[in-house]
């Protein structure tokens, strides 16, 4: 584990406990368990000094219940003191599977009501933790995050939001344009990607997998993406090619502008493997038309990597296009709610982020750097040194 050394030199900040809401409690308990792991496995030497109350534990979690009265409203609730903590609340604004009765009518949730959830949190813990962080796997209203005409700024609204009530770190992952930090400069913000996580996957699913010029290609869906996948070809050493999105802008469907037709530009593809990496899926048209097209470009295999599945539409056309041979693979993580059903589709994968996360908690607990866990570029070129020595 990177930093192990820099953690056992380093003190905690505060004891640390951990507030998983019940949109994130699956992965929160994993998360626990690796903390509860790494803990048991350190070699301080001091553990019986005041400094280290309550250091190693078999349980970090915290109970945070929000109930619901009969008219939908709600409260937050503690359910022990976290006076004195490093406080970690976890949520997943886009977890849709949680319902709750208003007027005996069934609702929902939505990323409104498990933000508002979390303020309840936040609100109950009444500026008695020591020191107070989100983790926010998928930032909330991340979509919003800049003006065209006259619209609202949700995604900055909703960063000042909470550090107006006392947060001081807030943690996310691969955030649709991670600029949005520039409306809390004096706070804490960390963007994590999950490159290691999304190659760690794809190789064990595809141990046949050739990562190189002549046999892979890295492929952005649109110029938004264009980042991610300039990364990806630099460290794996392969081309990259992208497409653009052409838009008609006379039209306005469902908020935005239908998109007319995907353009390529890039190196041939013929007989080669790709990579399509992208922030999310949200109903997927898009990312699949760029794969429908890639396939009839010549290319063998098309594995979609993308950070968050949130699949609105659903998995038919998904199942439809496998079923066609235009997709291989679809990798994404565990960061938002993946419904049951993926664990039947044959070819979805999930690369589990609760590790990481684990580590993130624990070097901000150190109060120690973070470099290492934001470059997994060392990690990756060691992963695919150990792929060509198992091949």
């Known amino acids: 584990m990177p930093n192990i050394k820099l953690m056992e030199s380093a003190l905690p900040v505060a004891p640390l406990k951990i507030g998983a809401l019940e949109s994130c409690r699956e992965l929160g308990e994993k998360v626990n368990d690796y903390i509860v792991q790494f803990r048991q496995e350190t070699e301080k030497e001091s553990l019986d000094s005041p400094l280290f109350y309550n250091y190693q534990r078999d ?22 003191s976290i006076r004195g903590t490093d406080l970690f609340l976890m949520v997943d604004v886009c977890n849709y599977s949680l319902t709750y009765t208003v007027n005996g009518h069934l609702n929902h949730m939505s990323p409104d009501d498990h933000f508002q959830d979390l303020k309840r949190i936040i609100s109950a813990a009444n500026g008695k933790a020591h020191r107070l962080n989100i983790i926010m796997p998928f930032l909330y209203e991340s979509r919003q995050h800049k003006r065209t005409k006259r619209e609202s700024l949700d995604s900055a609204l909703a960063l000042q939001e909470l550090v107006d009530m006392g947060v001081s770190n807030i943690i ?12 809390i400069p004096l706070h804490g913000f960390d963007n994590f990607n999950p490159p290691y996580q999304f190659m760690k996957a794809l190789l064990k699913a595809e141990p046949d997998l050739q990562v190189d010029k002549d046999h892979l290609m890295i492929v952005s869906p649109d110029e938004g993406a264009m980042h991610r996948a ?10 990259m090619g992208m497409f653009y999105k052409r838009r008609d802008y006379s039209t306005v469907i469902n908020g935005k502008n239908p998109i007319v037709a995907h353009e390529f530009l890039g190196d041939q593809i013929d007989g080669k493997d790709v990579i399509i990496v992208d922030d999310m899926i949200s109903s997927g048209e898009s990312m699949l038309d760029v794969a429908k097209q890639i396939k009839e470009r010549g290319a063998d ?8 599945g949130l699949f609105t539409e659903g998995f038919d056309k998904f199942d439809e296009y496998y079923n066609k041979g235009y997709i291989d693979r679809v990798i994404t993580t565990n960061l938002t709610y993946l419904p049951p059903v993926t664990k039947e589709k044959p070819y979805f994968v999930v690369a589990d982020m609760s590790k990481f996360i684990a580590l993130i908690i624990d070097s901000f607990n150190h109060d120690i750097t973070i470099g290492r866990v934001l470059d997994p570029t060392e990690k990756i070129h060691r992963l695919l040194d150990e792929h060509r020595q198992n091949r």
């Open 59 to 80: 349980n970090y979690l915290i109970d945070c219940p929000c109930p619901r009265f009969g008219s939908g409203e709600a409260k937050g609730l503690l359910t022990e």
């Open 172 to 183: 996310t992952f691969d955030a649709h344009d991670p600029r949005v930090q520039n409306s």
């Open 230 to 239: 300039v990364y990806f070809s630099n460290v794996l050493g392969v081309n």
């Open 301 to 308: 295999r098309v594995f979609v990597c993308t950070c968050f």
